[in-house]
């Protein structure tokens, strides 16, 4: 709290003796409440000591969540391939013999992906097999967001936006 650190006991009881009339600002260490879990408040919270008063708090923990998730690309059989020949025309391709190769799905690398709740904002690049992984998440409803700066000339995302809802532990 502004500089000042105290641990919890046993109990997760935990006391700032003798503060000074004050506004203060309290941030949880989250890396020592445990592997898997986070704090449900968001921090740095405001504390408000008055004189001659005890100021009580209630510092939620719970298990975190986590979200994974891969960026694939898929190949459109070749009667489904189009390509924009002026405005407002489109043209089948050109059939001079050579059949283009229909590729496997494969991940896709250096999207960015962005995750988003009520009080956080994450972001990831996807790796060169277009994963990524969200961890340390605190529950509740969240809102997945792929960026096509990256993408590939003639790519689109199916769908750019996606919601969850991740339970503790998840």
Sequence with gaps: MNGMMVATDKDGQFVFPSLPPATYYLRVETLRIGLEKTI????????????????????GITRSASLTGRVMVYSLPDNDKFFMKGEG????????GEKEKE??????????????????????????????????????????????????PYHRFEKNEYQSELAPGE
């Excluded at 025309?89 to 001079?96: F, R, Y």
């Excluded at 097999?129 to 605190?138: K, T």
């Design 89 to 96: 025309e489109v043209q089948k391709p050109i059939d001079n």
């Design 40 to 59: 449900i408040q968001q921090t740095p919270r405001t504390v408000v000591v008055k004189a001659g008063q005890e100021t009580p708090l209630v510092i």
């Design 103 to 152: 590729q496997a799905p494969h991940g896709l690398p250096n999207i960015i992906v962005e995750l988003n709740s009520e009080k956080d904002r994450h972001r990831r690049v996807t790796d060169a097999e277009g994963r990524f992984v969200f961890d340390s998440l605190s529950p509740g409803p969240w809102t997945l967001k792929l960026y096509e700066d990256n993408l590939p």
